[in-house]
């Protein structure tokens, strides 16, 4: 028989024995993990993104310079984009697919440079030869969405474009007429659409500042492209999207810039006497030519435009628009290219659905009168008669806004509504 020293002894060696078996093990099976880890790595890698599995995944490429320029679009490296988001691929013009959500995810802004070596390209300003090179990016993700600004029912959903830095408009306008409210039971909502800051500084400063005011107000749409002038056709076609998407009882839409001055109230003293599903109201201009002075802001080049006069459309300083004309306006923005003057893009659209946008003498784009110097543009008694005056700076809103809305004793009410 074994002593307790004995005992003792053989306990130890088992012991110890077993500590090694179970080092051995762990070894052995980390060395088959570690071993996998790059052969499933390399599959994956080879795969494309939309056979992973990953809803959101994106596979970088290097990016395609032309002549030098930044990516108009967008900074940082272009992403590729999902097989179901592809940005050249033609979306459905009859009919869409049911969407619930937002459903793009990433965006591939490559420039087509098939075009540099047709001869009419070579011949355009550096401005439009970017705009050509990224024409068929249509489709970007969302920065900051609300779907919720569209449930439930909404009478009017008043739809401002902006731009990050513009604090100041916004701010003005969501304490005078753009605030929030139910007239009669009839709820108003607002929104204000912004992309991305446009240059470096303000990408490191005032995204975040836009981030925190969305955090307290809750009510900017943004997307993950560059906020230019010729991206205003961006925002105006991602809107209609949106749109389509999330705000199926939405009975009318206004839709302006954020330096304007509204009545509210006169809104609905005009709605009341209308009940056109195909009703498009503004300031609308017919017969427009395209501007062939490389000096103006509006210039289109011949090889861009080459008809003698633009479809009517309504400046878009300011418009109204019946909700379910909004959704048809969506497929309609399918059918054609991009054009870099946003109303007139929306002009286009209305001539696809063969609806002709109505004039209205309360909507004044262009200021009361022509002449920025006449007293009349800053009458406050014309504006109380007026649905819509551009080219307000926010100081000058306020100030109107107060003096509309004091106990002013003015002659009788021109007949405008």
């Known amino acids: 028989m074994m ?32 071993m996998g880890v790059p052969f499933e790595l390399e599959r994956l890698a080879r795969m494309h993104p939309s056979q992973r599995g990953e809803p959101g995944a994106t596979q970088e490429e290097k990016p395609h310079s032309y002549l030098g320029l930044k990516s108009f679009w967008k900074f940082g490296r272009p992403k590729q984009q999902p ?28 420039a087509n440079l098939n075009l ?54 916004r701010e003005v306008i969501r304490k005078t007429w753009g605030k929030e409210r139910v007239v009669n039971g009839k709820r108003v909502k607002l929104l204000f659409l912004l992309g991305k800051p446009s240059n470096d500084a303000e990408q490191a400063n005032h995204q975040k500042l836009v981030e925190y005011e969305d955090y307290i107000y809750g009510d900017i749409l943004q997307w993950d492209f560059l906020d230019s002038f010729f991206n205003l056709t961006l925002k105006e076609t991602h809107f209609l999207k949106w749109f389509h998407i999330y705000c199926s009882k939405v009975r009318y839409v206004f839709k302006g810039d954020d330096d ?11 709605l009341e006497s209308s ?21 103006n802001k509006y210039y289109i080049p011949l090889a861009l435009y080459n008809k003698t006069y633009y479809p009517p459309y309504a400046g878009g300083g300011g418009f109204l628009m019946d909700g379910t004309l909004v959704r048809r306006l969506h497929y309609a923005s399918e059918t054609l290219e991009l054009y870099p003057i946003d109303d007139v893009f929306l002009g286009m659209c209305l001539e696809v659905l063969q609806v002709t946008p109505v004039k209205h003498h309360a909507f004044k784009t262009f200021g009361l009168v022509k002449n920025k110097n006449s007293k009349l543009n800053r009458e406050p008694c014309f504006f109380k008669n007026m649905i819509v005056v551009h080219k307000l700076l926010p100081s000058d809103l306020l100030h109107m806004w107060n003096l509309v809305n004091s106990d002013m004793a003015c002659s009788q009410k021109v007949d405008l509504l």
């Open 116 to 169: 540099s070596s047709q001869a009419w390209f070579g011949g355009l300003e550096e401005n439009f030869k970017q705009f050509m090179l990224y024409q068929h990016c249509r489709l970007f993700p969302m920065l900051l969405n609300h779907p919720e600004k569209c449930s439930g029912e909404i009478y009017l959903l008043m739809v401002i474009k902006s731009v990050a830095t513009q604090h100041d408009r």
């Open 275 to 295: 009940n056109d599903r195909n009703l498009f109201v503004g300031d609308v201009i017919f017969k427009a030519k395209p501007i062939r002075n490389k000096d």
């Open 3 to 34: 002593n307790n020293r004995d005992r003792c002894r053989v306990y130890k060696r088992l012991t110890v024995m077993f500590f090694l078996a179970v080092v051995a093990l762990t070894v052995v099976q980390k060395g088959n993990i570690n």
């Open 260 to 270: 304007v001055f509204v009545s509210v109230e006169n809104i609905f003293e005009f």
């Open 83 to 110: 097989k179901a988001h592809s940005a050249t691929q033609k979306p459905s013009v009859t009919e869409e697919n049911s969407l619930s959500s937002w459903d793009v995810t990433s965006s591939n802004c490559s």
